[in-house]
């Protein structure tokens, strides 16, 4: 008994070393976001954290703490960073020598945002410009970030009609879309506003300035946004039809692989797409048959449900569906950079990323979900992971390697506040490539951890950084 207590005495010790307010011997640094009840409704103010920094308090996850605004939503674009609150949207700039500094904050927001989108290098005669955009319901809102602009203004409104299902940038394009089929496109050169109606959208994706979208109807559409092709009779969008389901079901989800120029003198162009009965298939483009549409190279039927995410990169094929996050995984056979079928694609792994939802009526049910994808995360190139929370209200995220669903890491709240967010993002400061988990809490916190696993997975130490933005 002597020893077993004394063993018990050296576990409690361990563990509150390991879980110390601190954080650990990588622990990087502790920043404190601004207080919202000083600023007027209409303010939209640049500043930077001082030298003093608040001590940092201890949160239950047992008892959420709703009195402090939690984070909903986090984008970043390079070295750029939007954190949206409930009334709020801040933004940050990271440099290498300064480190993290505040930018902007916004006007106080008449309704709560459901989506976040941010363009950190627009270029306006010669003079660079960063832009913020929000959506509640139909409603879009821009604002101009800019540093070096201290009274940072709304730049655009836009009201859309029906509720904004995506919101994101493409270059300098800003692009909202519905999944009734209305793609809205703003061009911050151009400060002008082109809206279309198409088929109903089930899922899309992006490849450098490409956008594809994947309709009700089977069929999948491009559109160029960086020659923003506008047809000549009606002034409309120029939307291309490329491929169409051989069964004509419903394209639920969407991946775009360019490969390297090693075929010949331009890229292979593959697609892999899911559908809303299961089956997963993949259509190549080949640098000898341009102009010849896209042939269908691969069929797979191992789903029984819809697949909500698929993702085909240089080494594996992975697709989710939508019972209990349901992953099956590939490996991909390629000769000279390009998909082949001798001997094709071999299955890898079954595994499921469960994700419980919050019961109506309980206390997490009050917590935002909205930011919360699983993945995959990372380059197509190299090995992606997956993000897990497990339960709602939780102190900790799974790192899962995205082709086999083995568990790397967990990452774990410093101070123990419920996460409510999650992002995964590359900044690239003085062209050195750092990928980031970043992870916004119930008590207005957000906490950012530098993420080697995916830069090497044989590193026997998961090294992260904790930075933590504490609202107020």
């Known amino acids: 008994l002597p020893t077993l207590h004394t063993s018990a005495k050296t576990l409690l010790l361990a563990e509150e070393h390991q879980n110390s307010s601190c954080g650990d011997i990588l622990f990087y640094a502790y920043l404190s976001a601004p207080s919202f009840e000083n600023l007027p409704a209409d303010s939209a103010s640049s500043t930077s954290w001082g030298a003093e920094l608040p001590r940092l308090a201890a949160h239950s996850v047992s008892r959420l703490d709703l009195d402090h605004d939690p984070v909903l939503l986090i984008n970043g674009h390079h070295n750029f960073l939007a954190v949206a609150y409930s009334h709020r949207v801040c933004c940050l700039r990271r440099k290498e020598a300064l480190g993290w500094e505040l930018v902007f904050v916004s006007p106080a927001l008449s309704h709560c945002p459901e989506h976040l989108a941010v363009n950190a290098k627009v270029s306006m005669s010669s003079q660079a410009q960063r832009f913020a955009a929000v959506a509640s319901g139909g409603n879009i809102t821009v604002w101009n970030a800019t540093a070096a602009s201290a009274s940072a203004t709304e730049i655009t409104k836009h009201d859309l009609g029906n509720p904004v299902d995506a919101l994101f940038f493409i270059g300098n394009q800003l692009v909202a879309l519905n999944n009734a089929g209305k793609v809205a496109v703003w061009n911050s050169m151009t400060r002008h506003w082109k809206v279309q109606t198409i088929t109903p959208i ?5 490849a450098g300035s490409s956008l594809l979208l994947g309709c009700a109807n089977g069929k999948i559409f491009y559109i160029d946004m960086e020659k923003f092709p506008l047809r000549m009779k009606d002034n409309d969008l120029l939307v291309t039809q490329l491929y169409e389901d051989p069964c004509r079901e419903a394209v639920t989800a969407l991946s775009v692989y360019f490969t390297p120029k090693m075929c010949g003198n331009s890229n292979w162009l593959e697609i892999a797409y899911g559908t809303s009965s299961g089956t997963v298939r993949v259509i190549v483009e080949h640098p000898e048959t341009l102009g010849q549409g896209f042939q269908l190279l691969q069929t797979f039927t191992v789903h029984r449900s819809p697949v909500n995410r698929v993702m085909l990169g240089e080494k594996h094929l992975v697709s989710v569906c939508s019972e209990f996050n349901h992953v099956r995984t590939w490996t991909v056979t390629r000769f000279r950079g390009c998909l ?103 008590n207005g916190a957000l906490q950012v951890l530098i993420d080697h696993v995916f830069v090497n997975l044989n590193c026997p130490v998961f090294r992260h950084v904790f930075i933590l933005f504490r609202g107020h």
């Open 202 to 206: 089930t899922s899309h994706d992006t």
């Open 340 to 442: 082949s079928t001798q001997p094709g694609s071999l299955p890898l792994a079954s595994f499921n990323v469960i994700s419980l939802e919050p019961g109506r009526g309980t206390e997490a049910a009050q917590l935002p979900t909205c930011s919360s994808s699983i993945g995959p995360f990372g380059d197509h190139d190299g090995d992606q992971v997956f993000v897990q929370r497990v339960v709602p209200v939780t102190q900790e995220l799974y790192i899962r390697l995205s082709s086999t669903g083995k568990r790397l890491c967990v990452l774990h709240s410093v101070d123990n506040s419920a996460i409510t967010a999650h992002y995964v993002h590359e900044f690239d400061p003085s062209s050195r490539s750092r990928r980031y988990v970043m992870t916004g809490h119930a």
